[in-house]
């Protein structure tokens, strides 16, 4: 086989994408589980969606904290160098959320013991006549908790080995990859690292900010009556925004206002034009298949029997509310192209420093994809389409925004795309599998072909105060 096939290329940038360890898939593993855990279901799935008592509910959401804290710390020992020993780290987080794991389902049982005890009232397998003792009751409702107990222990099983392979010097942190980067010093990467622990971790700090700061919405008379005025999705998303984009300033330090005169700097009209009409078109191309597979079917076996498929059956205006998903794609696309980007393309090169723009903008996604509604296969579905739909976008958004030396052409795709897959107008949508494969191949098309006109391009003078490192 030859070194210049593309299987050969491909894993070998496969092989660099990974952790340099076989060990660090454990921490890495057990960390997100932890940190997603809190959203997933805590009760017996007898009780289901239905009877949920209020008392349970919050004392399971403040039991599970010391777990997404635990994560958050994992997150930590996993993507920087700790001042103390690395080997004290992954004790404190096993210890620290043990306790959690411990105490949910001690209150669990003071909560439903009564319910439990009496099979008769939920779906459970007992005889109708059966009444279960106190340690009956403790042993069915520890193995019926929900996935969230089953995701919580499986993460400190997976730390607990990590643990006792870094003890016996059989694992190292930080997490380490198979190729060194390059580019930039250890000391800026370390910015670096610690914006990405603080886009990822501190996302559910700021959801609770936003909750109490809405709180007076939420208690108004014509709110809590179930009647929505025109002026809560703007009111709502715009403190989501504004709170985010505080965040992703603070996280980026004192490179603040270069990143905000970077993903400011005014584009061409064509490159604003190029980043609504990339999504748009990736997602109109499947209503336009089967707009055209049914017409040639009505014209071949339903002429005059049938009415003729029209556009408007496929196809459809989007609603005046989702112009609302492009401030919060705004404020993602400044951290993500605008401060992210340029260092990650520096150190990790292009193709790989995208890749990991992909994976650390799908693990902003963690502390809000999650529900307790999902079942142990919904979790693992998400977790593994959800970065392999950022990575798949990330390269057109990236082509977007090296081509026009701003976020904003980038900015717009991304908004638009959420119209796309989020919006209740859409009559077909793309299958999340062929959006994905679009999404890379026109980012891989667009790299290729097109990247090294742009790059031997001079830059605008509006660009030259704000460099960016990787063009």
């Not at 605008?460 to 490192?469: D, F, K, N």
């Amino acid at each position: 086989m030859s070194h210049n096939s593309f299987a050969y290329r491909a894993g070998a940038f496969v092989r660099s994408v990974l952790p340099a360890e076989l060990s660090h898939w454990l921490i890495l593993l057990g960390s997100t589980f932890l940190f997603i855990s809190q959203h997933l279901r805590w009760w017996p799935e007898a009780v289901g969606s239905n009877y949920v008592p209020f008392l349970w509910a919050s004392f399971a959401t403040l039991l599970s904290w010391p777990l997404v804290a635990a994560g958050a710390a994992g997150y930590y020992a996993c993507l920087l160098p700790m001042q103390r020993g690395a080997r004290l780290a992954v004790p404190i987080i096993f210890f620290a959320g043990l306790s959690s794991l411990l105490a949910m389902p001690i209150v669990a049982f003071f909560v439903y013991r009564e319910d439990w005890a009496r099979p008769p009232n939920f779906a459970l397998e007992f005889s109708p006549h059966a009444h279960l003792s106190d340690s009956g009751v403790y042993l069915k409702l520890i193995s019926n908790l929900g996935p969230a107990s089953k995701f919580a222990a499986c993460s400190f099983a997976l730390v607990a080995i990590f643990a006792a392979l870094l003890i016996w010097g059989r694992a190292a942190l930080p997490v380490r990859l198979h190729v060194s980067p390059i580019g930039i010093p250890e000391d800026n990467n370390r910015a670096v690292m610690q914006f990405v622990w603080i886009m990822i971790c501190l996302p559910p700090l700021v959801r609770i900010l936003e909750g109490l700061l809405l709180l007076p919405l939420v208690l108004a008379p014509s709110v809590s009556a179930g009647h929505l005025p025109v002026w809560v999705t703007p009111v709502s998303n715009t403190v989501s925004a504004l709170l985010l984009l505080l965040l992703v300033l603070l996280a980026s330090g004192h490179c603040w206002r270069e990143t905000l005169q970077r993903s400011f700097h005014m584009p061409p009209m064509k490159d604003l034009g190029l980043g609504a009409l990339i999504p748009a078109a990736l997602a109109l191309l499947w209503p336009l298949f089967w707009l055209v597979h049914d017409r040639i079917l009505w014209s071949a076996h339903h002429w005059g029997s049938r009415p003729e498929p029209l556009p408007a059956s496929y196809f459809a205006i989007p609603a005046a509310a989702s112009l609302w998903y492009f401030p919060p794609a705004l404020v993602e696309e400044i951290a993500w192209r605008g401060y992210l980007q340029p260092r990650f393309i520096e150190r990790y090169g292009l193709w790989r420093g995208i890749f990991f723009i992909g994976i650390v903008w799908g693990a902003f996604h963690l502390s809000g994809d999650f529900t307790f509604r999902m079942t142990t296969g919904d979790v693992f579905f998400h977790l593994f389409s959800r970065p392999l739909g950022t990575v798949a976008e990330s390269y057109a958004l990236a082509w977007l925004t090296i081509r026009s030396r701003s976020v904003l052409p980038a900015a717009l795709a991304h908004g638009v795309f959420n119209i796309f897959v989020a919006d209740p107008n859409m009559l077909i949508r793309t299958p999340w599998w062929l959006s994905d494969l679009l999404w890379c191949a026109a980012g891989v098309l667009l790299l290729t072909r097109y990247l090294p006109s742009i790059l031997n391009q001079p830059p605008s003078p509006a660009s030259e105060s704000a460099p960016e490192p990787a063009l």
